[in-house]
């Protein structure tokens, strides 16, 4: 994120005006992981003891020899491996059947509700979910690294935030100057100019320039991973260690969001090997290398894993799956209620191409996702009740007993 001097003013005066305080203390990070294109979380979380499973996915289902048996019900796709240890120590956990009430099977639809916190009845509460909790939590509680986005665009989630970020690499934050001009010598002269303002604006202008310059020390220099951890090299593993980079740098960090497109297995999707087998190898692997990276600092962060939609139960014709409804949200830390995949059993599904219900088939939707969400904020980031009430009006949240 390469900033002009009208945008880094611009940061400066929506800085929180205890910006600073908020680098020098531990801050919980919750992450969102977005598993864009609707996965087929029925093969991430392999409910390998229902018959209909593999009744209905005669090419698709893992064989329960090939999965790793969590308990009597549900096992892990063997790509998964990575995460096993996580769901033994009841750190990994689910909730099956989650959803938006949304029938129309469109990714963009499901998507952009879902990251607006809204409903398809409801009124819609405006901004995105994390970019409203954010605002309630006040603007004098953010600093430009409270809320980051890891890529090129900003996510409707964080839409309306106070202050957020959105960069690939922490590199890429810095004043930008003209060519050859040196930037500490801006910095010298923003401080002088903030320092000789007493107004609020002065003090937060103060306090982001401290952020930045203790940013600058970590840039120019080669991040060091802990405990041998091992982040894919793609663009989700730079991603997530990137994020680790900011947690242990202190940085005030409360939200990061980041996506891992490629799921719309609609053709030749595989089962414990194939298409579908190495992207969520690629996630396995890239939360795997976090926890390992951050083992010291486990207590500071929750990581939620979730998508717009899951799949049909069914296989098409084409070896692949087509959007369905329900999916298995996974939530990942210290803090969650792990060991357990939550939801009915046996699996509540459609079992046949030409159901009488409008829109896709596939897993009945059992638990709207904002029970989910509000509770994951709640465990993680220390949502209010009274907070909850304003962040989603229109939906008496309960407890889901993921966190």
Excluded at 66 to 75: E, F, G, M, Q, T
Excluded at 206 to 218: A, I, N, R, S, Y
Excluded at 233 to 246: C, N, Q, Y
């Amino acid at each position: 994120m390469k900033l002009s001097r009208r945008s880094l003013l611009s940061k400066l005066a929506l800085a929180a005006s205890p910006a600073l305080a908020a680098t020098q203390r531990e801050e919980h990070t919750l992450i969102h992981v977005f598993l864009r294109g609707g996965a087929d979380t029925l093969n991430l979380m392999v409910p390998y003891a229902d018959d209909q499973y593999y009744r209905l996915r005669p090419s698709l289902a893992v064989k329960a020899s090939d999965a790793i048996k969590l308990n009597d019900r549900y096992a892990l796709h063997p790509a998964l491996k990575p995460l096993e240890a996580a769901f033994k120590e009841g750190r990994f956990g689910a909730v099956q059947s989650v959803g938006v009430d949304n029938t129309s099977g469109s990714h963009f639809e499901c998507q952009d509700q879902m990251e607006h916190g809204d409903s398809m009845s409801g009124t819609p509460a405006g901004g995105g979910w994390l970019g409203r909790f954010l605002r309630l939590r006040g603007a004098d509680k953010q600093s430009p690294l409270s809320a980051v986005a890891i890529g090129t665009a900003l996510p409707e989630s964080l839409r309306g935030a106070p202050a957020v970020s959105v960069l690939e690499r922490l590199d890429d934050m810095a004043i930008q100057t003209a060519r050859g001009a040196d930037s500490a010598g801006v910095v010298k002269a923003l401080r002088a100019l903030y320092g000789a303002d007493v107004t609020l604006l002065g003090e937060r202008g103060l306090e982001t320039l401290d952020l930045f310059q203790k940013v600058g020390t970590l840039q120019g220099t080669s991040y060091q991973v802990e405990n041998a951890a091992l982040y894919p090299k793609d663009s989700f593993g730079t991603g997530l260690r990137e994020i680790a980079r900011m947690i242990k740098a202190r940085l005030g960090l409360q939200v990061a969001c980041i996506d891992l497109g490629g799921w719309d297995t609609h053709f030749f999707q595989g089962n414990a090997t194939g298409q579908q087998a190495e992207k969520i190898r690629t996630l396995a692997e890239g939360l795997a290398a976090l926890e390992a990276d951050l083992k010291s600092h486990r207590a500071n962060y929750t990581i939620m894993i979730a998508t717009e939609f899951g799949r049909r139960v069914y296989e098409n014709a084409s070896l692949g799956t087509d959007h369905g409804r329900g999916f298995a949200l996974m939530a990942l830390g210290d803090r969650v209620k792990g060991g357990q995949v939550l939801g009915s059993w046996p699996i509540q599904a459609d079992d046949d191409g030409n159901v009488n219900t409008p829109g896709p088939g596939g897993l009945h939707l059992e638990t709207d996702y904002r029970h989910v969400f509000a509770e994951v904020l709640r465990g993680s980031l220390g949502l209010s009740p009274a907070e909850s009430a304003k962040l989603f009006p229109d939906i008496t949240l309960k407890s889901v007993g993921l966190m």
